[in-house]
């Protein structure tokens, strides 16, 4: 090799590092525009914005059972994000995670109360595995309606949050209205209680964390389903064909992907995901299905996918610090005067923030990317007389 040859620059930093580092910062100068953009509503507003961020702060990570509160509150959280980017990741957008989630909680609970005589963990696996049965399952309609009527995802699944509202309401109101009432008292609409087997066990007293937080074992395993989809999008060959389908579908099509069959499959995965969302609130903190259940958790994941750029492990964080403001929307009614609406609006910057200064990072880190590869190129070029030269020589 000549000297010339040997004389092309060596990267100082791999891509994976750079695309690392150039995000990174891009969230913090995103978290920094976001923090600035909410004082200016403080200070509007009459309040100090170092005594409000303070509260929040302090009410979030006052203690063990503080933060165990944030991680269960970001537990169904995690779970919805990635139902919403694994079908973003295709070129869909499944915004009926809010229906997946209430009818696998449907057949979750229904699982509990039927397979009663299973014992410890074998029931709750089972009431797992209906979960997200049942959101596979509702999930799978828009999928097969999106392949073979060329029905747009967006506007079936709207129609089928509405359908999963009125599910939850027949199943309260019949198949699984609850048989056992304490006598003489009135009960909200509800299900039988679950037998202790088909719970998810408590998380929290292994550090110190109150039961109140209902810190279970859900939200290691929202952790491990993370790394799943990762692993699915970045080194499986579905990941690979819905990448390219999210990409271009008719270079998808040319390259021999059956478009179909990768849609459908994204689909039941991200239901499945999506049926675990309400097991936190069924199977963690109420242990029935009870008719004021907490709903607008398959919207919010949407938001938080947005926040955590379609990422699963950047999912976790995003989920972790959208739950540390909802949590501080009670720091705000009970330490200041700054109604708690302010955490919404700051929310939204954020996810603004995030986006905008996400993708002028992409964009110049793939400039630079681009400059570099063309440098190398043409210095390859340079040297290839050279070497003739010396061979000829």
Not at 44 to 54: A, D, H, K, R, S
Not at 114 to 123: I, V
């Amino acid at each position: 090799m000549s000297a010339a040859a040997t004389s092309l620059p060596s990267r100082s930093r791999p891509p994976w590092l750079d695309a690392f580092v150039g995000q990174g910062l891009a969230l913090l100068f995103a978290f920094a525009i976001a923090v600035a953009v909410g004082s200016l509503i403080i200070i509007l507003y009459g309040e100090n914005p170092l005594t409000v961020y303070g509260a929040m702060l302090s009410f979030g990570f006052r203690d063990a059972t503080s933060l165990g509160n944030i991680l269960s509150i970001a537990t169904p959280l995690i779970f919805a994000a990635l139902a919403v980017s694994v079908c973003f990741k295709g070129g869909l957008f499944n915004i009926g995670v809010e229906g997946q989630f209430l009818v696998g909680m449907v057949t979750a609970s229904w699982a509990a109360l039927a397979f009663d005589f299973l014992p410890g963990l074998t029931h709750m696996i089972v009431v797992l595995v209906f979960a997200c049965i049942g959101g596979m399952v509702y999930a799978a309609v828009p999928g097969i309606l999106k392949v073979t009527t060329g029905a747009h995802e967006v506007v079936t699944t709207i129609m089928m949050n509405q359908i999963a509202i009125s599910i939850v309401k027949f199943a309260l109101d019949g198949p699984l209205r609850f048989t056992k009432a304490p006598p003489g008292q009135n009960v909200d609409l509800r299900t039988d209680i679950f037998e202790s087997s088909a719970l998810v066990p408590d998380l929290g007293h292994l550090f110190g964390v109150e039961s109140s937080a209902h810190l279970s074992w859900l939200f290691p395993i929202a952790i491990v389903a993370s790394v799943f989809v990762w692993f699915l999008i970045k080194r499986m060959r579905l990941g690979y064909e819905a990448r390219a389908v999210g990409s271009s579908a008719g270079s998808a099509r040319a390259g021999g992907i059956s478009i179909g069959s990768v849609q459908i499959k994204l689909f039941l995965i991200s239901g499945a995901l999506a049926g675990l969302v309400g097991m936190q609130q069924v199977l963690a903190e109420r242990g029935a299905l009870v008719q004021n259940y907490e709903a607008q958790l398959g919207f919010t994941g949407i938001a938080v996918a947005f926040l955590g750029q379609n990422n699963p492990i950047g999912i976790v964080f995003a989920a972790i610090l959208w739950a540390f403001l909802s949590r501080g929307e009670t720091a705000l009614q009970i330490e200041t005067d700054v109604p708690r609406e302010f955490v919404i609006i700051l929310q939204g910057i954020l996810i603004f923030c995030v986006v905008v200064v996400y993708q002028i990072a992409k964009r110049r880190l793939a400039r630079r990317e681009l400059q570099r590869a063309g440098a190398e190129v043409g210095l390859r070029d340079t040297a290839a007389p050279s070497d003739l030269a010396l061979e000829e020589g």
